[in-house]
Structures are given as structure tokens and as C-alpha cells.
């Protein structure tokens, strides 16, 4: 009840505010790459629009209110809550340079979850990346359809001046094209995208070095972006929503490729550090789900290029949220590592099904290695890791994998720069 109320006033908070200073809307949602896509077209119009984005995981039914009131949660403590809804209310009446932008993430666990955030927040843009055919957080839906079918309803309740930006190469998310009135932008790598990717280049063989390169092409028009620290062709898909949703704002391609060039991946997501014993960590620990977990080993397979002095070391944990399609996930990635990876390290009770795949597809048994914990397997990888390893760690938030690359990177004392969830309230947990 005491959760019911809350989303309550803050849902009224929010109208209110929306209301009051009528910004526009940017709603963006998918089973993977909602934050990146977030991050890649706060980007873009940060330089030219006063524009706000959700922080952290503020995604649900209680963070996207927060986020329009400019608030973080209150936690477990009642005299924060009400100095928020105060402070919402006299906002309402008040409140210097409110937002003209809004790029709200929207997440959705199960059937319902986005009606009940497009019921009072009204996106002039809805921004859907991929669903794919095992999509995250299936826990309480029967199939990827039934996933689709949700994430649809951000694009259908647009309007007709509305905007539905849409990634061409999903083909559940493409066949959203038909169920919105409002105008369609489509993006990806295929030919008949309306934003269309080519050319394609990864540097990999020097990790200090790395970075991708790509054109972006807009009716008979392209442009080059190069970007420093970015690793893996999945990753574009983010950096080309941003560029759509800059396009629809009226930007041209030249200033919106400029708006990237100090672009860096959100902390979590594919980023490369420093480890012990001259080591690189490849730290992927944000979340995990089926199709980031086979692009991240896709980029394992590359980074470091011919050397075949390097080892390449896959430390994975659990996927969570994926209901029937645990095992089945699970196995589809062990049996992936096998054929990546020098050595697995499996964390968590579900990694069980990706050790047991690896090795049936040739991985040796003794490069194999269970752990319960990610703290267990960090202490373990210190002693098996060696100079030139390159080390991929990923897994669902609540196995903390980013645990182990804090016990291997060469500058534990910048964690809380370069780590996710560094704060108190994780730290604790």
C-alpha cells in the first residue's frame, strides 16, 4: 500500500509539472540498449537544447516521475519523501529554466508498465531499440512477442506530428511501423533504413588504442564518426538514435557527428581498463541479457587482434529475469565462450547450464571454473590471470561482477569513477 501511494502523489507530482512547463518528451525503451540510446541522444542535443535524462536506473514507475522533478529517491526515509513532494509542489508554481527537453528511459518487467508511464507522460518522440528473439527481463511475459507487444505501446500512443524512431534491423521492432499513426525514422545498418550505418571499422589489435569508426548516410548525404571509446558494431545502434532524434530536431549531420566526438559509453557498458600484471579488463557489468552477452564475446574474439600470445578470459554470471528461456540462454552463451574464450569463469546458480555447454563444445574442463560468487571468482582470477590477458566480466547487476574488476584493475582507488554501482547504498548491500 505504502508503494502505491507513493507512485501515486509522485504520478500527480509529475503531471502537474508536465503540465505547467509542457517540454517535450523523448521516450525511449527496448529489452537492451535503452540506457546507451539514452546517453547517445542526451548527446547529441545537450549542446544545443536545455534537455534532462533519467540518472541511474530511474526508469520505472517511481524513477520517471523523480526524473521529471528533477529529484533523486528518498530511499527509506519518510522526511526525504516529503521534502520531495514539497519541494514537487511548489515546483509546480515555480521553478527557474525548467527543462525544454525530456529523454526518459522507460522500462517494463511485465504487461502494463508502459501504458501506465504513457498514461500522463505524452513523448512527441518514441525511441524503441531492439527486442530480439530472447529479450531481457521475460520473467513475467510468456514470449518475445508478448515483450514486443509492450514496448509497442510506446509508439502507438503517438500522435500523428509524433515521431516513432525505430531500429530497421529488429524485425519486431521494425513491424512497429505499422502500429503508430505518428511518422516513422528508421535506423540501422540494412539498405532501406531510413538512417543507415556502413563502412564499418573496429581498431582492436592495441587495446590502449581502440575505437570503432563508421559512416552515417541521410538522404544522398554522409558523414564519418570516429569514436575513441567505443569497441563493439552492436554499440552503434545507440550513437545512430541519437543521431535520428537529432535529425528530427532539425540538426544537421555535420554538428551532430561533432557532438560525439568526446562521446565515452555509459560506465558499465564495454568499457576497457587498466588491470594487474598488465592485464586489460573488458567491464561489460551493467546488466546482462542473451544478445549483449554474444556481442560482448564477439568483441572478446577480436580485441587484441592476431596475437596469439594473448588469452582471452570470459568471467560471466548469470542472466536473470529470462523465465522459460534461463537454460535455454545460458547454454546458447556457453556454447559461444567455447569457442572465444581460453578460459570461462562461471558466477552464480544459472551459470551452471553455460559451464556445462562450454565444455560439451570443446572448452577443456580445467579451463573451466563455477564460482557462487562474484567475490569468490575475482579472488580466483587474481592468481590465473598473467600479463597480455585480456578479460571480459560480465552479468545481471544483481551478481555485482563489477566485484571482480575492482579486485583486478591496476587503479582500485578510482572505482567509484569507473565502476557502476560504487555508491553507499550498493556498497552495503
Known sequence: MAKKLLMFILKVLAQAILWRY???????????GK?????????VLKGKFNVRRNIKNYNNEIGVPLTILGQESGGQSPWRWLQIF???FFEIFYTKDYPKILVLEMGADKMGDISYLTDFVKCCIGVITAVGDIPVHVEFFQSAEQVAKEKSGLVKCLKGEGWAVLNYDDQRVRAMMRKTSAQVFSYGFDEKADLRASNFEQRLEDPAEAGISFKVDYQGSNVPIRLRHVYAQHQVYSILAGVAVGLVFKMNLVEIAQAFKNYQAPIGRLQLIRGIKNTWIIDDTYNSSPSSSLGALDLLEKMGGSDESVRRIAALGDMLELGSFTEEAHRKIGARAAQVADILLAVGEKSIFMADEAKKNGLAKENVWYFASSEEAGRALQDLIREGDIILVKGSQSIRMERIVKELMAEPQR??????????SWENR
Not at 509542457?22 to 527496448?30: E, L, S
Not at 565502476?419 to 553507499?424: F, G, V, Y
Request: net charge neutral.
Open 22 to 32: 509542457k517540454p517535450q518528451i523523448i521516450g525511449v525503451t527496448g529489452s537492451v
Open 35 to 43: 540506457t546507451s540510446a539514452k546517453e547517445a541522444i542526451y548527446t
Open 86 to 88: 514539497l519541494i514537487g
Open 415 to 424: 572505482a567509484k569513477e569507473l565502476l557502476i554501482r560504487q555508491d553507499d
